[in-house]
């Protein structure tokens, strides 16, 4: 079972990949907090239509979901948010980056708090994967003049918000730790925390301060809106799903790292995008990204 963590927050990884590449032009078009509002909504309602037809809609215990909708505020409202503000400052190369940190802080949690343990074998391998996630992104040749990789706005307000959103991803997934392994379904999990995220963005909507009110909206078009609901659909109901899966099944701090590939993962994604071409250092990192899954997967 510990192996279909493994391969769960490695899938979680891919989708999340493919959501950032999804969410670029939308969240630099309407904001960070507009984009994420409608982003949540579709996803809140794409879960509860998913939960209702397929007959698992069951309320947890109050206590669970009190620590569910924590989980959600923390992780989802709070580290969305600033994931995106800084995606939209930066751009998914260098926010994919910073948000690449949450798999170090979960491993140092997991192994603080919560007294995991690991084989000597799956530590070296949580190493290497971590390494070639940072040098895969820190290796990449500059793109040039694309938008992707052009900064917009103030970049250290970006700089501190990838941060925090790494350190919410995390903390908002131990948080809701003990609930999964007590036997959680992780998609009503899902749903709970994305809820407790809509309710929250759509009152930061009323705050012209922070996002500008509903007036982004007005330039929505239709292909704006497919790229923000498949977004959602693969980043939240998808990838966070198979996320809280993984935690259930296997150690928190390595599903941190394996989910943490997400920034390897985009790198053949990007060149069919921008039609360039990552650095050789680029797929050296891969390939070390991929000796070091491996080693995980042994150890297990």
């Known amino acids: 079972m510990v192996i279909i963590g493994y391969i769960s927050a490695l899938a979680a ?9 999804l ?3 939308p969240v630099r078009t309407l904001g ?12 809140a309602l794409l879960l509860s239509l998913w939960l209702l037809l397929s007959q698992r809609w069951h309320w947890p215990e109050p206590d669970v979901l009190w620590t569910l909708m924590a989980s959600g505020f923390i992780g989802i409202f709070l580290g969305d948010t600033l994931l995106f503000v800084s995606m939209r400052i930066l751009g998914p190369r260098l926010a994919g980056l910073l948000f690449a940190c949450n798999a170090p802080i979960s491993f140092a949690l997991g192994l603080w708090l919560l007294g995991e343990s690991y084989y000597w074998l799956n530590l070296l391998g949580v190493g290497a994967t971590t390494v070639g996630v940072f040098f895969a992104i820190a290796s990449r040749t500059k793109t040039g003049g694309h938008q992707w990789e052009q900064s917009m706005g103030h970049v250290g307000l ?8 790494a350190l919410c991803q995390s903390l908002g997934t131990l948080i809701v730790f ?10 009503f999990a899902t749903l709970i925390r994305v809820a407790v995220a ?5 009152l930061s909507l009323l705050v012209r301060g922070m996002s500008g009110t509903v007036l982004p909206y007005r330039v929505l078009s239709s292909t704006m809106v497919g790229q923000t609901i498949l977004s959602g659909l693969l980043g939240m109901a998808v990838g966070m799903s198979l996320l809280l899966y993984a935690v259930k099944l296997a150690p928190l701090g390595t599903v941190a790292i394996l989910s943490a590939t997400t920034p390897v993962m985009v ?3 990007l060149w069919l995008t921008t039609r360039r071409r990552p650095s050789a250092a680029a797929f050296v990192s891969a390939i070390v990204v991929f000796l070091g899954t491996a080693m ?4 297990a």
């Open 13 to 21: 990884a891919l989708c999340w990949a493919l959501s950032s590449l």
């Open 23 to 25: 969410a670029i032009s």
């Open 32 to 43: 960070a907090i507009p984009f994420n509002a409608l982003r949540m909504t579709s996803v």
């Open 158 to 165: 970006g700089l501190m918000a990838g941060l925090g959103a």
């Open 178 to 187: 003990d609930t999964l392994r007590a036997g959680q379904d992780p998609v």
């Open 198 to 202: 809509v309710v929250f963005l759509l």
């Open 267 to 269: 790198l053949p994604a």
């Open 296 to 299: 995980i997967f042994i150890a």
